[in-house]
T-cell receptor
């Protein structure tokens, strides 16, 4: 089955630690995205990548880093510089080009900082 | 910047129709989307509409688009408890890979 997988589903971190969230897709999509969701709020874009070895900051990139070494994979690192990292993190992918750019989403990772 | 606005909460009785509304400001919006998010899960694309359409129907779902007023709605007929979720409206332009989301409407269906 084609889709997007995120792991782990739940993640706990102590303050001051970096942590990496995994995102893999087998949809052969060029573009991948990381969003953050807080209770009662919409989705905020952290980073996105349209091609391997290239990525762009979104609206709230501070305290986060990403890499795109393979088309299928777009891991997100939440660094200790992120002041309020507890949130639900969603990875998505889409085709590029003209027309509808509907996003396909993974199941999410809930990060809790203790 | 461009905005997508939704009311935050909607409560209906099982069997009634639900109507979730969305307004947007970008006059260049070409595609309008509705996503559903169940508790603790990712977003699932329900349907989307091209801006030259007024209406799209898919089983219990009806999407209405008033392009003049920049107003989009999602009607769910015969709402069931399994429809309880957060519904997100989103929009994108034809030749632009950005997608803008509303804050989501939490639909609660009471038995």
């Amino acid at each position: 089955d084609g889709g997007i997988t995120q792991s782990p589903k739940y993640l706990f971190r102590k303050e001051g630690q970096n942590v990496t969230l995994s995102c893999e897709q087998n949809l052969n999509h060029d573009a991948m995205y990381w969003y953050r969701q807080d209770p009662g709020q919409g989705l905020r874009l952290i980073y996105y990548s349209q091609i391997v070895n290239d990525f762009q900051k979104g609206d709230i990139a501070e305290g986060y880093s990403v890499s795109r070494e393979k088309k299928e994979s777009f891991p997100l690192t939440v660094t200790s510089a992120q002041k309020n990292p507890t949130a639900f993190y969603l990875c998505a992918s889409s085709i590029l080009g003209q027309g509808s750019v509907k996003r396909f989403f993974g199941p999410g990772t809930r990060l809790t900082v203790l | 910047g461009e905005d997508v606005e939704q009311s935050l909460f909607l409560s209906v009785r099982e069997g009634d129709s639900s109507v979730i509304n969305c307004t947007y400001t970008d006059s260049s919006s070409t595609y309008l989307y509705w996503y559903k998010q169940e508790p603790g899960a990712g977003l699932q694309l329900l349907t989307y509409i091209f801006s030259n359409m007024d209406m799209k129907q898919d089983q219990r779902l009806t999407v209405l688009l008033n392009k003049k007023d920049k107003h989009l709605s999602l009607r769910i007929a015969d709402t069931q408890t399994g429809d309880s979720a957060i519904y997100f409206c989103a929009e994108s332009e034809y030749n632009n890979n950005d997608m803008r989301f509303g804050a989501g409407t939490r639909l609660t269906v009471k038995p």
